[in-house]
Nanobody
Framework: QVQLVESGGGLVQAGGSLRLSCAASGRTFSSYAAAWFRQAPGKEREFVAALTRTGNNIRYADSIKGRFTISRDNAKNTVYLQMNSLNPEDTAVYYC?????????????????WGQGTQVTVSS
C-alpha cells in the first residue's frame, strides 16, 4: 500500500499561483501512476490531471489545460501540481490519488489510494 499526503494549498488572489505537493510513503511510489482531482462545495469530485509512473504520459482536464502542470520526482516520492492563472472557479479541495501500475485514468474509481486533500481558495 501507499499513503499520500497533500500540502501546498491556501488562499490566493485571482491570477496567482500555487504549487501542490503529494508526498507518498510506503511501497515504491515509482510503481504507481498518480493523479490530481478536485471537489468544490456541492459538486462532484472531478479529474484535474494524471501521469504515468515515469511521467511520460500525461493527461489534463480541458478546464485547466495550459494553466496547470503535473509532474513527479520519483527520487522524492512526490507528485506536484503547479497551478498558474488561478481563478475563483478553481476553488476546491484538491486530492492526490494513485494506482499501482496504472495509466492516466480520469475516473476517480480507478484510483484505490487517496490523500486527505488540501484546500485551495481563490479570491476575486
Amino acid at each position: 500500500q501507499v499513503q499520500l499526503v497533500e500540502s501546498g494549498g491556501g488562499l490566493v488572489q485571482a491570477g496567482g499561483s500555487l504549487r501542490l505537493s503529494c508526498a507518498a510513503s510506503g511501497r515504491t511510489f515509482s510503481s504507481y501512476a498518480a493523479a490530481w482531482f478536485r471537489q468544490a462545495p456541492g459538486k462532484e469530485r472531478e479529474f484535474v490531471a494524471a501521469l504515468t509512473r515515469t511521467g511520460n504520459n500525461i493527461r489534463y482536464a480541458d478546464s485547466i489545460k495550459g494553466r496547470f502542470t503535473i509532474s513527479r520526482d520519483n527520487a522524492k516520492n512526490t507528485v506536484y501540481l503547479q497551478m498558474n492563472s488561478l481563478n475563483p472557479e478553481d476553488t476546491a479541495v484538491y486530492y492526490c490519488a494513485a494506482v499501482l501500475w496504472g495509466g492516466t485514468y480520469y475516473s476517480a474509481t480507478a484510483y484505490p489510494y487517496w490523500g486527505q486533500g488540501t484546500q485551495v481558495t481563490v479570491s476575486s
